[in-house]
T-cell receptor
Framework: KAGVTQTPRYLIKTRGQQVTLSCSPISGHRSVSWYQQTPGQGLQFLFEYFSETQRNKGNFPGRFSGRQFSNSRSEMNVSTLELGDSALYLC????????????FGDGTRLSIL | AQKVTQAQTEISVVEKEDVTLDCVYETRDTTYYLFWYKQPPSGELVFLIRRNSFDEQNEISGRYSWNFQKSTSSFNFTITASQVVDSAVYFCALSEPFTNTDKLIFGTGTRLQVFP
């Protein structure tokens, strides 16, 4: 069974640009969550999608948005990039039943110049 | 509020030593799940174990064992006879089922370095 796939693995952008990250969950998983990992703040929850609906959201500004498609694939978008957005962005998928283990992708490392 | 504390930032041991990683959590809910994940240098978080709040039995899986104590709100992880391949950052996490979300609240992680 294929794992969670995130693309791209690495991305370099400049301040003010926008970026879109992609995540393909494990087949059959309906929940996709996104996390931001930085040395200073650790792992922070961004949002969770289930059946194309956002069902939970972390404490991030509106520049961070996401969506989920009918095949459960998800994208997250960050607009007007800031230096502080440099981070490892991790996507995780699960069955969505509540309390089930989340399975993570390798992440997208975003660097803002 | 829910919170997970991993007080040990970094631990260094020599191969074959036993090592225990501490995890203390806070939640007002009576029903919840606790997890441990391993993050090797490649970056992917690898699921190790899930324990629900109603099951306080200790669990052993090979060289890994977990001790869950509700009385002290702790869920500690022990690696017996550590190996170099165990070197990674280990995260303890808390989730609350029955709230229509799979959101995880992570601790800050413990970096384990195992030297040959």
């Amino acid at each position: 069974k294929a794992g969670v796939t995130q693309t791209p693995r690495y991305l370099i952008k400049t301040r003010g640009q926008q970026v879109t990250l992609s995540c393909s969950p494990i087949s059959g998983h309906r929940s996709v969550s996104w996390y931001q990992q930085t040395p200073g703040q650790g792992l922070q929850f961004l949002f969770e999608y289930f059946s194309e609906t956002q069902r939970n959201k972390g404490n991030f500004p509106g520049r961070f948005s996401g969506r989920q498609f009918s095949n459960s694939r998800s994208e997250m978008n960050v607009s007007t990039l800031e230096l502080g957005d440099s981070a490892l962005y991790l996507c995780a998928s699960s069955s969505g039943q509540g309390g089930e283990p989340q399975h993570f992708g390798d992440g997208t490392r975003l660097s803002i110049l | 509020a829910q919170k997970v504390t991993q007080a040990q930032t970094e631990i260094s041991v020599v191969e074959k030593e036993d090592v225990t990683l501490d995890c203390v959590y806070e939640t007002r809910d009576t029903t919840y799940y606790l997890f441990w994940y391993k993050q090797p240098p490649s970056g992917e978080l690898v699921f190790l174990i899930r324990r629900n709040s109603f099951d306080e039995q200790n669990e052993i899986s090979g060289r890994y064992s977990w001790n869950f104590q509700k009385s002290t709100s702790s869920f500690n992880f022990t690696i017996t006879a550590s190996q170099v391949v165990d070197s990674a950052v280990y995260f303890c996490a808390l989730s609350e089922p029955f709230t229509n979300t799979d959101k995880l609240i992570f601790g800050t992680g413990t970096r384990l370095q195992v030297f040959p």
